[in-house]
């Protein structure tokens, strides 16, 4: 008896069917990065009323590819936090509305915490819990101690922009088009990671928080120098671009491996199993940002230097999707089933 996942927090409008062994039966992801484009971020407005037009046809399609019907579903699971107020209630109404009309349960998933679980799906039947957890995306940039899939310690975070926002941000400055991360990375690699020498901000500071406006601002300051720039009519040579990307990311890559080590070492005790003394303690690593290749190699030096075991989501379950939804089966193993007034909640979560 399979469930049926769907995600719909920020820009894409997604679904899935995932048995409890974590097999995939569909899985359908509709991304509106078309209509985000030309404002380089995602409007709030804009994405909530795509959603609205492509959620029925995505579970349809995901359903179909399944060869599921909706009887045989188990439940209905919704991520209805954290995210964008308009996107996440789109979702959530649709979930609901289905699991009245199948009569399936319904249950309420922290889209947090399926970021992280994204690993586990990668190595089940193994078990990564328990394990210090990156999660770095469009919206979070944030450090826990994760116990089990549902129970998150929230040890530090950015302070300011989340790494992914500064990637399109900085996209944007150069023209690389919506969402950002991809296009610098891919110049990226043709670029000297050392030609600028922008600010690793916090990066010795004695705790697990980040802040990434200031590079933003010193690439803005490297691109034109201060005061009004018209990004349109400035012409800067490809090579100049590549270095800047490439020194931009080392920056970020930096701060994050930094940070994410400091974690592991901290809090390396409580991260082995009394069932399995001696192993090492892992590194998760999930989000958007968590499919750069630079940010990939780098955590795997530094987590082989360092002893740690390093599990990071294969990229299409990086960015968004629903197939990490399959976290809710570690609700439904409970019994722990989301009544039919679940409301959304949009804030930032803290991985309770
Ligand atoms: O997890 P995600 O799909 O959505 C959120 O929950 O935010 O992450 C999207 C973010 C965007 O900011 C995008 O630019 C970034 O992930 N991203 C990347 C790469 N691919 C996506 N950032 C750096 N390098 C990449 N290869
Ligand atoms: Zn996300």
Redesign the pocket.
Known sequence: MPLLTIET??D?TAAAVVERSGKVLGSAVATQEKLHERFTGVVPEIASRAHVERILPVIDETLRQSGVPPERLTAIAVAHTPGLAGSLLVGVVAAKTLSVVWDKPLVAIN?LHA?LYACQLTVLPRDIYPCIGLIV????TSLYRAASPLDLKYLGGTIDD?A??A??KVAAMLRLGF????A??RLAATGDPQAFRFPRAMIHDANFDFSFSGLKTAVRYAIAGPGKVDFDSLQISDGKRADLCASFEAAVVDCLVTKSIRAVRQHAAGLTRSDAPGEPPRLCVG???A???RLRQSLEAACDAAGIELIIAPPEL???NAVMGAIGWEKVIRGDFAPLNLDIQPGLQRGH
């Not at 995306?137 to 979070?140: A, E, N, T």
């Not at 969402?179 to 991809?182: M, W, Y």
């Open positions: 927090t920020c894409e889209h970021h995306s469009g919206g979070h989340a992914g926002e990637f399109d969402p950002g991360g991809p610098v990375s989000g958007g940002v499919a750069n290749p990086c960015t968004d």
